[in-house]
């Protein structure tokens, strides 16, 4: 349901600031049932290969998303932000083909995932666009 109220004074800064502040949080909600699922998958070694597979490829999926976000070149994020992110998602691609082989360790998964939650509770909002000011 939608109200209607005037966007002015502080109600309109609190109104953007959740508008901003939304994104990210459903991130780190998605992030955050990912990563529980991982932590799961981690406690039960006798995990069946389609639990396996399936928890693995979810987080897979998430960084794929990822990727695909920061190689939009449509995306505000700072150019750091977006090399950073493209770099960890190539990590964990090949972080999970090697659990996946019976090699690597879940835990390098959870803890990037991890930071990356981290991240997006202490980021500030990044706007879409930055207005200009007329001369």
Do not use: C
Not at 15 to 33: G, I, L, N, W
């Amino acid at each position: 349901m939608h109200f209607s109220r005037p966007q002015s004074g502080a109600y309109a800064t609190t109104a953007a600031s959740q508008a901003m502040a939304a994104p990210k949080d459903a991130e780190a909600r998605v992030f955050t049932q990912v990563t529980r699922r991982l932590i799961a998958l981690h406690a039960d070694p006798d995990a069946d290969i389609a639990a396996r597979v399936e928890v693995l490829n979810d987080n897979l999926s998430l960084w794929n998303a990822v990727a695909v976000a920061v190689f939009d070149d449509s995306n505000a994020m700072p150019e750091a932000l977006r090399a950073g992110l493209a770099n960890l998602a190539g990590f964990v691609d090949r972080q999970t083909k090697a659990v996946l082989r019976g090699g690597g360790d879940i835990r390098l998964l959870v803890d990037v995932n991890r930071r990356v939650i981290g991240g997006l509770a202490a980021a500030p909002a990044v706007p879409e666009s930055t207005p200009t000011e007329a001369a």
